[in-house]
């Protein structure tokens, strides 16, 4: 089976420019989660779909980051314009459900540089 | 809110045991998972505690005190390919919302 699925695997974009990262979650799974991931932050949380609902977008930064699922097989991350500080690796994640939150399955991530 | 705690770095010799400690307060409890991370990849799961106790998967085991707010990975026969960093994830609040900890860095040494 096809883990979940990140395009693409590294993006350097200059700043102002729009970036769009995307994700496909494993086959039959309902939840969905976007993170970021730096040195100085961590791993953190930026928003978790439930059956392609956003259920909490709390940790999305601000008005330039926007995040879809217009399907069940498929998410996308928008950043615009982006910043050099938006740089670093993006992950999307699935799990079976909402109640399975505890077991998530990580794509390989996105490594974003924003000159 | 949710907020966790772990120790930043740990080093332990091929073949021993080694302990990572995470603390954490969170509204709505729903339990703590562990992730592996080696540099350069993606989170991987390693265990789930929903309930009080020991869980084993292999050399991995996690134990979580409830009413301590705490719980801790425990790695036997350690290798040199668990060198990686480990993070606690705490379960809670709303919609089982899923926060993670800083991480443990791991080193294991000949």
């Known amino acids: 089976d096809a883990g979940v699925i990140q395009s693409p695997r590294h993006e350097v974009t200059e700043m102002g420019q729009e970036v769009t990262l995307r994700c496909k979650p494993i086959?039959?799974?309902?939840?969905l989660f976007w993170y970021r991931q730096t040195m100085m932050r961590g791993l953190e949380l930026l928003i978790y779909?439930?059956?392609?609902?956003?259920?909490?977008d709390s940790g999305m930064p601000e008005d330039r980051f926007s995040a879809k699922m217009p399907n069940a097989s498929f998410s996308t991350l928008k950043i615009q314009p982006s910043e050099p500080r938006d740089s670093a690796v993006y992950f999307c994640?699935?799990?079976?459900?909402?109640?399975?939150?505890?077991?998530?399955?990580f794509g390989p991530g996105t490594r974003l540089t924003v000159t | 809110g949710q907020s966790l705690e772990q120790p930043s770095e740990v080093t332990a010799v091929e073949g021993a045991i080694v302990q990572i400690n995470c603390t954490y307060q969170?509204?709505?409890?729903?339990?703590l998972s562990w992730y592996q991370q080696h540099d350069g990849g993606a989170p991987t799961f390693l265990s789930y505690?929903?309930?009080?106790g020991l869980e084993e998967t292999g050399r991995f085991s996690s134990f979580l005190s409830r009413s301590d707010s705490y719980g801790y990975l425990l790695l036997q026969e350690l290798q040199m390919k668990d060198s990686a960093s480990y993070f606690c994830?705490?379960?809670?609040?709303?919609?089982?919302?899923?926060?993670f900890g800083t991480g443990t860095k791991l080193q294991v040494i000949p």
């Open positions: 505690n929903g309930l009080d």
């Open positions: 779909f439930n059956n392609n609902v956003p259920i909490d």
């Open positions: 086959s039959g799974h309902n939840s």
């Open positions: 994830a705490v379960i809670g609040g709303g919609y089982q919302k899923v926060t």
């Open positions: 994640a699935s799990s079976l459900n909402r109640e399975r939150s505890y077991e998530q399955y």
């Open positions: 969170t509204s709505g409890f729903y339990g």
